[in-house]
């Protein structure tokens, strides 16, 4: 007890010092975008209140896509071209998702927990996390299909799951895609996946709420706050639009400042309005590029990735669908962009192993395919791997300071009685953690990529 009592002591503090040591440029707008920090503990491993299974487990669909043909995503972004330069040995990837059931193309995925049931983290009833992991790092094999960094290590923890149910769902608090998963364990699954070592996380789901809803994330935000601590990259799905759940309702494309763009939210998504303090991704079509219709715009979208015609492996064979009620439903989605993008991540960590988190992200957004200007659906651009693996950029240093506006909090419950770390100073640097970074500045590819 007195253990876990430290760790989250510790939680706190490394998160209030990685808060408190962004610098303030002057004029910038003084609204909180972490109200207060709380303690988080990955302790205890579980859920956070007693559930059971509701529905079946997902199924494969038939393979409808030519299984020799390189996957369209593949083809955008150029990975076999990447993989000259690095097949991301060496980094650990955490997949917080619906867990990862183990197959011979997924290299020994490490069991890194369940907060969905009893697991261990090797156990995916939905076959999204295994689905998501096969982009990310499945091996090569006959079919030609790998994942974007198949040479590196897979960490699994079970977070969510749609086919699971708390029992008692009166009053249930917002949750990571359909089903089970709320915003507290997703807190505990980052620092569980940090303190394991993880040097780039994916969260390939999303809590979405209409605009305006009180959302009590401010764990998750500390959570996210100490990942960056220990140096580790987070990278989270933008959301999908659907019928169920919070997100209904499409954010603006465009606005005539920052501060109109947050003003004119209205629908909001965790942990990805955290982005830039992480890589939040929206989804592209895989062969035209352009923004799909499904992926939830925002302030908040750093880079996007393929999210359409995905293909991926479970059970050892490639999948391009799951069985739906009514057929085949193909996989699509900022899930699956997202998986992506931590590949890429992954590549570019086990090239340069030098480069901070923060260094890191900012070369995945300087070489991003985009104009100098965030854009709602696809913030700074299509993420290019071969650029990120190549570019020669400038000092980050010497960029000049951004203009961003920090996102406007929703009103907040009381914490009051439980926040243990409250730093009136620590608000101030927390407007900046998350919405301040260094300016995107267009880089020139080295001599070995240009065509």
Known sequence: MAASATATRLVAVAALAALAAVPVPAGARPDPVVAA?????AQPLGPAQPTEQRTQCA???????????EPAGHRLLDIAQAWRFSRGAGVTV?????????HQRLNRPTAGGDYVSTGDGLTDCDLHGTLVAGIIAARPSADGFAGVAPEARLLAI?????????????????SMGAGYGPLSTLAKAIVRATELGARVINISEAACLPAGTAVDDDAVASALAFARSRDAVVVAAAGNLSDVGGCREQNPPAAASARDAWNQVRSTASPA??????LTVGAVDATTAAPTPFSLAGPWVTVAAPGTEVVSVAGGRLVDALDGEDGPRRLAGTSYATAYVSGVVALVRARFPELS?????????RTARGGPDQDAATGYGVVDPVAALTADLPNAAATPPPTRMAAPRPDRPDHRAVITVVCTLAVGAAVLAAAFAPRRRRSQPSACTRR
């Open 273 to 278: 309005r955290f982005g830039r303090e992480i």
């Open 158 to 174: 079970r977070q969510s799951s749609g086919a699971y149910e708390a029992r008692d769902r009166r009053g249930s608090a917002p």
């Open 357 to 365: 988190a923060d260094e890191v992200i900012d070369r995945i957004v």
């Open 37 to 41: 920090l709380v303690p988080v503990s």
């Open 94 to 102: 955490a997949v917080i998702d619906t867990g990862i059931t183990p």
């Open 59 to 69: 199924r494969p669909a038939p393979l409808t896509a030519d299984p020799a043909a």
